[in-house]
């Protein structure tokens, strides 16, 4: 959209203005009759009709309703503009999708549809799987030039154009007075304020442009115009279809009504109605253009807010009625039937999609990524055909890199090759990147901990991908730790990993359910790893480390005591990842498995030899919202070496052997095997939703430190609610184990 086009725009439409004036005006000596509709062309010319479909979010899905009663009626439909979710409707209906296809696709749609953008987790790379674990909470923060940088909205858009690509039947850019019905989409310049509206394009970015919301959906970029949702200039774009040559307006308004006094509370309510009044006022504008010959059709929608979109079917209903109450007015606009057939028959395509195989993948304007990193996460290749659906996915896996703020695609026709273009705008809030987490836990006991953490990561640091993380946690277990992930080749197949760290960690010592001693342990670790991603499945790490450990006895016997004031560190480690899990949180199919090997040995610097290993892993299934997940973790020594006491197994807690206190169980080898049940009572949209469940546990820790510690198999049960929040999972459970041992436990993070 350039400034030749906005002035021929507007020279059309004062010379279309002027011709409806002209045409307007009675013959001498007669009165206008404003009762029946006007003439487009003179005698036996039938008017031209332009239906105008405005913004409401979801509350849009009447028009789908309406448009289903003007074809019972017979009303011929000659151009369409629409804003917002009236542009998504309007570009379905004018590229040629007929009203019953679009019910079909209301079913399908969801807000998780829409917005839920990240691949499925099963997709992404190791390193990006294995914040889940972490306490994280809320977005990624850029740092640049010593500024804290936000992003551009909640969601990027990735997943919602996805889903306009569907809905478009026309692809590629075309011309919009060349589609089936001529169509227009209303956005909003975020620079100067004004209303752009679309002629040209490909209909997918311009439905995206024209109902991206401010502060929900980031905004889209064209021709070096910011624009987002187009309801905050014109959100019933009656005046676009008068520049169309419009001598009827069919207008239908299903924009958000003002709140009521009671309902402005707390500040979303209150930033919600400034821009409900000013979407009121332009639509008020508009309103006042409408002439008695024109039908507005405003369907009451209740209750339906904009963000309904997972009740799509029920609002469409409400557009029939709504039409329905013009009926009159609409049968005076009604075409014979063979003639309204064959209009609609030239207007409804069906369209075969284009799956020619493509001779270039190209990234445009990379500054930062590695083409050829980008490429590696896509499964279209070159030379073969186009498939829609993992062409979406592709989409979906290199946003999910985490290096993207916006990812699209485009089709090029160069002399002699066709080349997909991929247009992934690197964050422009990076490649610096600051991040917080949280971690609360109590067993209503007297034991409550917390954890803190800050994280740091600097990406693309050379053109192979180098990365350098700093993780800073306070707490139960406070600790400073540092790596550089340095790819060794440009697809990322294999890495080097240095890293540091200090930590300072305590431990409790039980006899029985009675608190008889605490360690503080105190370490300095530097290290470093070589390994190799294994694809999407996870991550084989090699390395060695060494330091030096203070072990001390805070309080208790001295026959507990750890040992050496300062013990010095020398290990190969191994460490084996594989992870398909579809959550960390709350997982629902799929599984994951990890092995760690930990090879003390004086030879390298160690003051004690030992091998101490572990394995666990879990699996998920579900039918419905049931779901079974079951899990298992084994672990001990291996060779003579006893494992020293600052590094036993420490066992114990909710889903841990609950009833249990957490930690409570300390010894040399360790078995435990869990089944849990959780149905999902509340579904998630953007989270994950609410769950009850229960746990059926069956473990045994051996060669106990405390010698009147039991190393029998224990039993043990829990039951427990949970739900996914902004500032991550929680969980407030009971846990009771056979001899008695119980525990009510409240977790705001992982528990396990």
Not at 436 to 462: I, Q
Not at 558 to 583: F, H, M, N
């Amino acid at each position: 959209m350039n400034a030749p086009l906005h002035r021929h725009a507007a020279i059309t439409a004062s010379c279309v203005a002027l011709c409806a004036i002209l045409v307007a005006l009675p013959a001498r000596g007669e009165a206008a009759d404003e009762s029946s509709p006007p003439s487009a062309s003179g005698p036996g010319k039938r008017p031209k009709i332009c239906l105008v479909l405005s913004g409401g979010g979801a509350r849009g899905a009447a028009h789908v309703g309406v448009l289903k009663v003007l074809e019972q009626y017979r009303v011929p439909i000659d151009c369409i503009t629409g804003t917002s979710m009236g542009s998504l409707v309007g570009a379905a209906y004018a590229s040629g999708m007929s009203v019953e296809e679009m019910e079909t696709t209301l079913k399908g749609i969801s807000t998780e549809l829409l917005f839920k953008e990240k691949p499925p987790r099963q997709e992404l790379s190791q390193r990006r799987k294995q914040d889940d674990y972490n306490i994280f909470f809320g977005p990624e923060l850029g740092l640049r030039e010593g500024s804290v940088q936000f992003g551009k909205g909640v969601v990027t858009g990735v997943q919602l154009e996805s889903v306009l690509r569907q809905l478009s039947k026309v692809k590629g850019y075309h011309d919009f007075d060349n589609l089936p019905i001529p169509f227009r989409a209303v956005a909003t310049d975020l620079v100067t304020g004004k209303a752009v509206v679309f002629r040209d394009g490909e209909l997918a970015n311009v439905m995206r442009a024209s109902m991206s919301v401010p502060g929900a959906v980031a905004p889209a970029e064209f021709d070096g115009m910011i624009l987002v949702d187009g309801m905050l200039t014109g959100n019933l774009p009656v005046e676009a279809a008068h520049a169309m040559g419009a001598d009827i307006v069919i207008a239908v308004n299903v924009g958000t009504p003002l709140l009521k006094r009671e309902q402005l509370t707390g500040i979303l309510g209150v930033a919600g109605q400034m821009l409900s009044i000013l979407t009121e006022q332009n639509v008020q504008t508009s309103l006042a253009l409408l002439k008695p010959t024109d039908v507005l059709i405003s369907p009451e929608l209740g209750d339906f807010s904009t963000g309904d979109f997972d009740h799509l079917p029920q609002i469409a209903p409400l557009g029939e009625a709504a039409a329905r109450k013009v009926g009159e007015q609409l049968a005076h606009l009604s075409l014979p039937p063979a003639e309204y057939a064959a209009l609609r028959e030239r207007q409804t395509i069906t369209v075969t999609p284009d799956l020619r195989p493509v001779d270039e993948i190209r990234f445009v304007n990379l500054q930062r990524v590695n083409p050829w990193a980008a490429a590696t996460v896509m499964e279209t290749r070159v030379g073969q055909p186009i498939d829609q659906p993992t062409l979406d996915k592709d989409m979906r896996r290199l946003y999910g890199t985490d290096d993207f703020e916006h990812v699209n695609y485009r089709f090029l026709e160069e002399p002699g090759k066709r080349v997909l273009a991929v247009d992934a705008v690197e964050k422009s809030w990076g490649p610096d990147y600051l991040r917080f987490g949280l971690g609360l836990s109590s067993d209503f006991s007297g034991d409550a901990y917390f954890n803190l953490l800050a994280s740091y990561r600097k990406t693309w640091m050379n053109s192979l991908g180098g990365e350098w993380r700093s993780d800073v946690q306070v707490g139960r277990t406070s600790s400073l730790q540092t790596e550089f992930y340095q790819p060794v080749d440009s697809r990322g197949y294999f890495f080097v990993a240095p890293h540091a760290a200090i930590e300072r960690r305590s431990t409790t010592v039980y006899q029985d359910d009675n608190r008889v001693a605490r360690y503080e342990a105190t370490s300095t670790t530097a290290g470093a790893d070589i390994g190799s991603h294994l694809f999407r499945y996870g991550e084989l790490r090699v390395g060695l480390l060494g330091g030096v450990l203070k072990p001390k006895l805070d309080t208790g016997p001295q026959i507990l005591s750890p040992g050496e004031s300062k013990v010095s560190l020398g290990a190969y480690r191994v460490r084996l990842i594989l992870d398909q899990i579809d959550s960390a949180h709350f997982p629902r199919t799929g599984w994951r498995s990890s092995a760690h090997v930990y090879g003390s040995r004086t030879g390298l610097g160690a003051d004690v030899s030992y091998t101490k290993w572990d394995v666990d892993g879990s699996a998920a299934y579900s039918v419905g919202n049931h779901t079974f997940n079951f899990g298992f973790k084994v672990g001990g020594k291996s060779g003579s070496g006893d494992l020293p006491r600052y590094d036993l197994f420490q066992w114990g807690g909710f889903l841990q052997q609950s009833g249990y206190a957490t930690g409570q169980l300390l010894g040399e080898n360790i078995k435990f095997a869990r089944l849990m049940y959780y149905h999902r009572v509340l579904p998630g949209t953007m989270l994950e939703g609410a769950y009850g469940g229960i746990s059926f546990e069956l473990g045994k820790v051996g060669n106990p430190l405390v010698v009147d510690n039991s190393d029998a198999v224990m039993r043990s049960a829990a039951v427990f609610i949970a739900a996914d929040s902004p500032i991550g999972p929680a969980y407030l459970g009971y846990g009771r184990a056979q001899d008695g041992n119980s525990n009510f436990y409240f977790y705001l993070g992982r528990p396990f």
